[in-house]
């Protein structure tokens, strides 16, 4: 790689490891109960996404299987 290219990977390394810093130190902050319920509600929300994927491919499946024979019956009325 080139100076400027090496340059630039340095730079972002080290914004990445300051904001990795900063978020710890932030989440250090929040109070415990907090985390908690931040936890609690990604669960929640987690487990709700799933859910809906699941009844929906699960519904896909049952449209399949009821797929019903069609027969179409001609009749000239020209005789």
Same mark, same amino acid.
């Given at each position: 790689?080139?100076? *400027? *290219?090496?340059?630039? @990977?340095?730079? $972002?390394? /080290? %914004?990445?490891?300051? #904001? /990795?810093? +900063?978020?710890? /130190?932030? /989440?250090?902050? #929040?109070?415990?109960?907090?985390?908690? @319920?931040?936890?609690?509600?990604?669960? #929640?929300?987690?487990?709700? @996404?799933?859910?809906?994927? &699941?009844?929906? %491919?699960?519904?896909?499946?049952? +449209?399949?299987?009821? *797929? *019903?024979? &069609? $027969?179409?019956? $001609? &009749?000239?009325?020209?005789?």
């Amino acid at each position: 790689m080139g100076e *400027a *290219a090496d340059r630039k @990977v340095t730079e $972002i390394d /080290e %914004a990445r490891q300051r #904001l /990795e810093l +900063d978020l710890q /130190e932030l /989440e250090d902050r #929040l109070p415990s109960p907090l985390r908690s @319920v931040k936890s609690l509600v990604g669960l #929640l929300l987690g487990s709700a @996404v799933m859910a809906f994927l &699941v009844r929906r %491919a699960r519904s896909r499946r049952s +449209d399949r299987s009821r *797929a *019903a024979e &069609v $027969i179409v019956r $001609i &009749v000239r009325d020209d005789q």
